[in-house]
Structures are given as C-alpha cells and as structure tokens.
T-cell receptor, first 112, second 114 residues
Framework: DAKTTQPPSMDCAEGRAANLPCNHS???????VYWYRQIHSQGPQYIIH???NNETNEMASLIITEDRKSSTLILPHATLRDTAVYYC?????????????FGKGTKLSVKP | DTEVTQTPKHLVMGMTNKKSLKCEQH?????MYWYKQKAKKPPELMFV???????INESVPSRFSPECPNSSLLNLHLHALQPEDSALYLC?????????????FGSGTQLSVL
C-alpha cells in the first residue's frame, strides 16, 4: 500500500503559487519523499525529491516539516501546462530500486 | 538523448494473440521497469530489471513475460491476455546508482484486449 495521503483534487489560478500537501506520517529515517507528475496521456515526470532539508530546482520547491511527517510541493507560478496528477511517493533512498509505489495523487487543475 | 521510447503507442489484440511491447533508452541506464496503469488509477509496478537481471516481479501473472536482451532494451511479451489486462503499459529507466533514483518514463503503450 502507498504510504502517503494526498487530497484528490485542487484548483489553482494561473500565475499563482500552487501548494500541494502530502502526509507521510509513517515515514522511516532512511526514506525519501519524491514527487512526480503525470500530464494526461503521458508517462509520469520526475519533479523533485528530498530527505529532510527543503529542496528547490527549476520546476518546484519541496518543503518537508521538521518531524518529516508531511511535505508540500510548491509550484511558484502555475501555468495551464501544470495541470496534471501530482504523486507524492515515499521510498528508501540510495541503493534502493523498484519500490516506487504510486498513491492516488492529487489532480491539480490550473485555471485561467 | 533523455528519452525512453515505447512502441507501439497503441495495440489491439485478441485473447489468443501473442504480441510484444518494446522499450528502448540510450541514456546508459542500467535499471528498467514495467508499470501497468488502468484508467484513472495510479501506475502499478510490474517488473524491475537491474543490470539485465530480473530483480523484482510483483506477482504478475505468467501471461506477461518480461525480457531484457541488453542494457538498452526491455520487452514485455504478451500471451493469452484477458480483457481486464487492457491498460496503459509504461516503461521507465534509471541510472541504478546510489543517489540517482530518478526514473525516466516513456509515454506508454495503450493496450486493448478484445
């Protein structure tokens, strides 16, 4: 079973920040938080991942709470092309393979 | 080249047919994956190959037979499928090095079993 809980859907106005929450209260010390998204009719796309520190890349920022039981993915200026299903995934870190288990995800709709 | 290429994009087959799905990557990745995705559901892991050896089989029925002939290619052989096997089949690859677990996915093969 997936180890994360996400709201099933969210709306965001174009140009505003989209903040997508994820609960992972049973996360272990060696498990990372990964975010992927899937635009309709495409394969999932990696966005970002982190262990305990906040992370930022060209696509998004990842904020992980100090107790690591929840996190938030931030898309700073959402565009219509960011409309997708966003998956928060917890998995073991370096050296692990294959156990990328997808939960139900959040369907983000960016509206003009 | 940062792409994972899957062929065909669409496939319709009968329950008695034998067909194969193909996946190719030229990023030097040594881990390759098959996922199955039903409509409006998240992807489900089927198989993982690491250095051309099958390392994970998520209790997939034997009518699905994976093959990794070399480090760039991954096949999924299909035989005697059922209508409930209709789904999007996704291939992915990753570098298989510690700290590099980012998966690259193809666009998938949409399979319909009649």
């Amino acid at each position: 079973d997936a180890k994360t809980t996400q709201p099933p859907s969210m709306d965001c106005a174009e140009g505003r920040a989209a903040n997508l929450p994820c609960n992972h209260s049973t996360i272990s010390g060696n498990e990372y938080v990964y975010w992927y998204r899937q635009i309709h009719s495409q394969g999932p796309q990696y966005i970002i991942h982190g262990l305990k520190n906040n992370e930022t890349n060209e696509m998004a920022s990842l904020i992980i709470t100090e107790d690591r039981k929840s996190s938030t993915l931030i898309l700073p200026h959402a565009t219509l092309r960011d409309t997708a299903v966003y998956y928060c995934i917890v998995r073991a870190g370096p050296g692990s393979q294959g156990n990328l288990i997808f939960g139900k995800g959040t369907k983000l709709s960016v509206k003009p | 080249d940062t792409e994972v290429t899957q062929t065909p994009k669409h496939l319709v087959m009968g329950m008695t047919n034998k067909k194969s799905l193909k996946c190719e990557q030229h990023m030097g990745h040594r881990a390759m994956y098959w996922y199955k995705q039903k409509a409006k559901k998240p992807p489900e892991l089927m198989f993982v190959y690491s250095y051309e050896k099958l390392s994970i089989n998520e209790s997939v029925p034997s009518r699905f037979s994976p093959e990794c002939p070399n480090s760039s290619l991954l096949n999924l052989h299909l035989h005697a499928l059922q209508p409930e096997d209709s789904a999007l089949y996704l291939c992915a690859s990753s570098p298989a090095r510690p700290g590099h677990e980012k998966l690259f996915f193809g666009s998938g093969t949409q399979l319909s079993v009649l």
